[in-house]
């Protein structure tokens, strides 16, 4: 059985309108997070022109089940796209809050020497005192900063949250400039032998 070509034109049509309007919809998503009004509100738009058309198409045409694998299909590729996006348009900046009884010296010397910012506070957990850590940095240098972490002190509690906004702090100059400082600092510490 073949299928005719402007049924799989159609139903071609309904699958990249619908992986371009969930994309869209991760995008506003984005922006909304954001608190960017307008283009949150333009984006809103033609991802609502481009559902209606889309459905359109679908209702116009209920009993030919070929569209409603294009329509599904798009929303699921869409949403793999959108995910994609996310991360190309996800902060570029996070802030790691670490949460350590122990080797908290040598942890926050580590981080000093791979020239990471960090402010250090003491607070009290369920049953003793602890150190508080806190580093913003570039996102390209966060697995660095956690395989520090990890070496140091493999029991420490650390969450990582992205950041809207920054002003002023301390960050490394050069974008490769952590690698170097944390190659040196594990050939000074011996920290794998």
Same mark, same amino acid.
Not at 110 to 129: M, S
Not at 132 to 152: A, G, S
Not at 173 to 188: C, G, M, T, V, W
């Given at each position: 059985?073949?299928?005719?070509?402007?049924?799989?034109?159609?139903?071609?049509?309904?699958?990249?309108?619908?992986?371009?309007?969930?994309?869209?919809?991760?995008?506003?998503?984005?922006?909304?997070?954001?608190?960017?009004?307008?283009?949150?509100?333009?984006?809103?738009?033609?991802?609502?022109?481009?559902?209606?058309?889309?459905?359109?198409?679908?209702?116009?045409? =209920?009993?030919?089940?070929?569209?409603?694998?294009?329509?599904?299909?798009?929303?699921?590729?869409?949403?793999?796209?959108?995910?994609?996006?996310?991360?190309?348009?996800?902060?570029? !900046?996070?802030?790691?809050? #670490? #949460?350590?009884?122990?080797?908290?010296?040598?942890? #926050?010397?580590?981080?000093?020497?791979?020239?990471?910012?960090?402010?250090?506070?003491?607070?009290?957990?369920?049953?003793?005192?602890?150190?508080?850590?806190?580093?913003?940095?570039?996102?390209?240098?966060?697995?660095?900063? !956690?395989?520090?972490?990890?070496?140091?002190?493999?029991?420490?509690?650390?969450?990582?949250?992205?950041?809207?906004?920054?002003?002023?702090?301390?960050?490394?100059?050069?974008?490769?400039? =952590?690698?170097?400082?944390?190659?040196?600092?594990?050939?000074?510490?011996? =920290?794998?032998?």
């Amino acid at each position: 059985m073949q299928i005719p070509w402007d049924i799989v034109i159609i139903a071609f049509l309904i699958f990249c309108s619908r992986i371009i309007d969930v994309t869209i919809g991760t995008i506003r998503i984005i922006y909304i997070s954001r608190g960017q009004k307008a283009i949150t509100a333009l984006l809103g738009f033609f991802e609502a022109l481009l559902w209606l058309v889309v459905i359109s198409q679908v209702i116009q045409n =209920l009993t030919n089940v070929v569209y409603y694998f294009a329509y599904a299909g798009g929303f699921a590729v869409g949403n793999f796209m959108g995910v994609l996006l996310v991360e190309k348009f996800a902060e570029n !900046i996070v802030l790691i809050r #670490i #949460i350590a009884t122990k080797k908290v010296k040598e942890l #926050i010397a580590a981080l000093k020497d791979c020239q990471v910012g960090i402010t250090e506070v003491q607070g009290q957990g369920i049953d003793q005192e602890v150190s508080i850590i806190f580093t913003v940095i570039n996102k390209v240098h966060e697995k660095r900063v !956690i395989k520090i972490i990890q070496d140091i002190n493999p029991k420490a509690f650390y969450t990582i949250e992205g950041v809207h906004t920054v002003n002023k702090g301390f960050f490394p100059h050069r974008r490769d400039s =952590l690698s170097e400082s944390y190659i040196a600092l594990l050939n000074k510490r011996k =920290l794998f032998k």
